[in-house]
């Protein structure tokens, strides 16, 4: 299931799960509060769906559950976010599932270039058997559930001093990527010289040299003006696995409430 369907049959079950009599009560405090973080602007797509989602399941539950957001890297890093929710100290995440690479190796697996046709593809995969046996691979390696996928883009290579066309653009290139052994490997192979750095301080390092360029999605190219240092021509490349998963923590989660435990663990 996507993250996006997740959200609506999430706040769908949890108002099934109420009582009937809650639609014509008023809404009460909060008596149980979820957080949440990501480290995008409010005008992220991360951002705006968690804040769907936040509503929808307060409105739902008659004011009972309240989702606490912390954007703009608040919180830490993505490695550093899904780190507290291995903890149990954040309730669920949004992130690129390379981010976890430390805690399982198999998170680096939606790094691979090329793996999918097309978005119905990445689609058909992800809800089908091969995406139930990847979580449930996860959850056995790390505790952490994933309960829905988002994202899905193409990335785009943009460069601060030349335009890049094809593959043998490039050798030689430093371009900044997030510490993933897999995505280094992959771009090792095309002869590009791979230069982990922390997406906060990307921009940074394009405008002062330090590395060459960078690749990542459009939305995030625009929210974080990386165009500025980086104004060349792109090559435009097929990843379909920039796909943001949602962690949860054990039983912990939405435990006074065992019927909208079940409704986030299995919606509908």
Known sequence: MRFSEFIAACGAAVLISAPIAAAAQEKTAPQFTLRTAHYFKEDHPWH???A???KKVNDDSNGRIQIDIFGGGILGSE?????LVKDGSLDFVVSDPSAGAPFAKELDFFALPFMFRDYAHWQKSLDGEPGKRYAKLIEDKTGMKIIGYWGGSSRNVLSTKKPILSMADMKG???RLISSPLKV???KAVGAIPTPIAF??????MKSGVVDGMENESVAVRDMKFYEPAPKDHMTWQRMTRLAAAW???PRILHPWPDQRFA???PR
């Open 200 to 205: 906060m301080e990307t921009y940074l390092a």
């Open 264 to 266: 986030v663990k299995h």
């Open 48 to 50: 705006r769906g968690l």
């Open 52 to 54: 769907f989602f936040a």
């Open 248 to 250: 949860l923590p054990p």
């Open 185 to 187: 490997n992959v771009w």
């Open 79 to 83: 490695a550093q976010t899904m780190q």
């Open 173 to 175: 290139f430093r371009l």
